[in-house]
């Protein structure tokens, strides 16, 4: 048997086990594949040249041979082209030095929106903000505060207790930031001029209009001679600030625990500017906010000399304030983080 035969085998062994996936230079490896068995001085070309000198009865066989390889060498080409076809589509689809598509920025939620203008406005007065525990005892949530021993807000049906029991100093979520102002009475001596902003907790059920997580802002104010004059000429400001300077207010006498005299804060309703509508429900007012005078007994549980001091407080719903502003008709919408609603105050910083 010619000896070319042998050679030709395995030359087709070499390109048979000749892999792509080895290559570490791909276009570069094709290419010189290509140019040793297929090139005009390649194998192939040379070993035609010496098919030339085969004996006759020899060519068959030989010439089949040679065109098996010649063959195996294409179909590797080909092979190599799909594959790296293939595999380019892939290495695109993963380009990581493609540009990304952005994440998109969050906003500020419309709540803290509207805290930090009350915020702001208070501070642009002198008032600083303090902060404190959302678990408080009963001392500073209700006792130091003037709250008689049977009044209802001590109820289970209205506040979360963490602890109540016998005997034992009673421990609940607050119920109001009011708690912040016997706090900070307890260690500060007057002046004394701070807004407490933060969450409370009520044991309600869950409406359009009521929620058992809401956020309070309390505002306290105690130096010699505070008067009501001062408490009135700060609430016209912050609804002013706040709702701008066409807005009225009127007090209406009430009643807390910690205030005396205590009134509510009505504003002249923002939306229809005090002619009446569905918001105001006809009556051309808002109801904003409680205040009042601090109950003498509020400061002497505190350690502050009624008889040298008084002091004005006042507390607002924040949940309340932005619902009016921008006209939010159900609670629940604040903490559903349903976009369609958050990006409607993107703008709003
Ligand atoms: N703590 C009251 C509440 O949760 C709000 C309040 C009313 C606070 C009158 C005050 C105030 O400081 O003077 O409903």
Same mark, same amino acid.
């Given at each position: 048997?010619?000896?070319? %035969? ?15 996936? *080895? ?10 594949? =290509?140019?040793? !068995?297929?090139?005009? %001085? ?9 098919? %030339? ?18 063959? /195996?060498?294409?179909? *590797? ?46 501070? =642009? ?28 807000? +001590? ?16 421990? #609940? ?13 307890? *260690?500060? *001596? ?8 933060? +969450? ?20 306290? !104010? ?14 016209? !400001?912050? #609804? ?22 205590? /009134? ?16 105001? %429900? ?16 509020? &400061? ?6 009624? @008889?040298?001091?008084?002091?004005? #407080? ?10 009016? @502003?921008?006209?939010? =008709?159900?609670?629940? &919408? !604040?903490?559903?983080?349903?976009? =369609? ?9």
């Amino acid at each position: 048997m010619n000896p070319l %035969k042998d050679k030709i085998q395995a030359y087709i062994e070499d390109i048979q086990a000749t892999s792509i996936e *080895k290559f570490q230079d791909r276009a570069a490896e094709v290419e010189m594949f =290509r140019v040793k !068995y297929l090139g005009k %001085k390649g194998i192939i070309s040379d070993l035609f040249e010496q098919f %030339k000198a085969v004996p006759n009865d020899e060519k068959k066989d030989l010439g089949k041979a040679l065109n098996m390889l010649k063959v /195996a060498a294409m179909d *590797k080409i080909e092979e190599f082209k799909s594959f790296v076809e293939e595999h380019e589509a892939e290495e695109q689809a993963h380009d990581l030095t493609m540009p990304t598509d952005f994440a998109q920025l969050g906003s500020r939620h419309v709540l803290s929106v509207v805290l930090n203008e009350i915020t702001d406005i208070f501070s =642009r007065i002198g008032f600083t903000v303090a902060e404190s525990v959302e678990i408080e005892d009963d001392w500073h949530l209700f006792s130091a505060l003037n709250f008689p021993p049977d009044h209802p807000a +001590r109820d289970m049906q209205d506040t979360f207790f963490v602890e109540k029991e016998e005997g034992k100093q009673e421990v #609940a979520l607050r119920t109001h930031t009011s708690s912040v102002q016997v706090r900070v009475m307890e *260690k500060t *001596k007057p002046p004394i001029r701070i807004i407490a902003p933060g +969450r409370v907790f009520r044991n309600e059920a869950i409406s359009a209009r009521a929620h058992c997580i809401f956020h309070q802002v309390e505002a306290l !104010y105690v130096d010699k001679n505070v008067s009501f004059a001062d408490l009135k000429q700060t609430l016209l !400001y912050f #609804a002013k600030e706040m709702f701008g300077e066409q807005t009225q207010i009127r007090l209406r006498p009430s009643y807390f625990p910690f205030t005396e005299p205590s /009134a509510e804060m009505d504003i002249s309703c923002s939306v229809c500017g005090g002619k009446g509508c569905n918001i105001c %429900k006809g009556t051309g007012w808002l109801e904003i906010l409680g205040c009042g005078m601090v109950d003498p007994n509020v &400061l002497q549980a505190c350690g502050i000399d009624p @008889k040298e001091y008084t002091g004005f #407080a006042l507390g607002m719903g924040v949940e309340r304030m932005a619902m009016l @502003k921008y006209q939010i =008709r159900d609670l629940r &919408l !604040y903490f559903e983080n349903d976009l =369609r609603f958050l990006k409607q105050f993107e703008a709003i910083v």
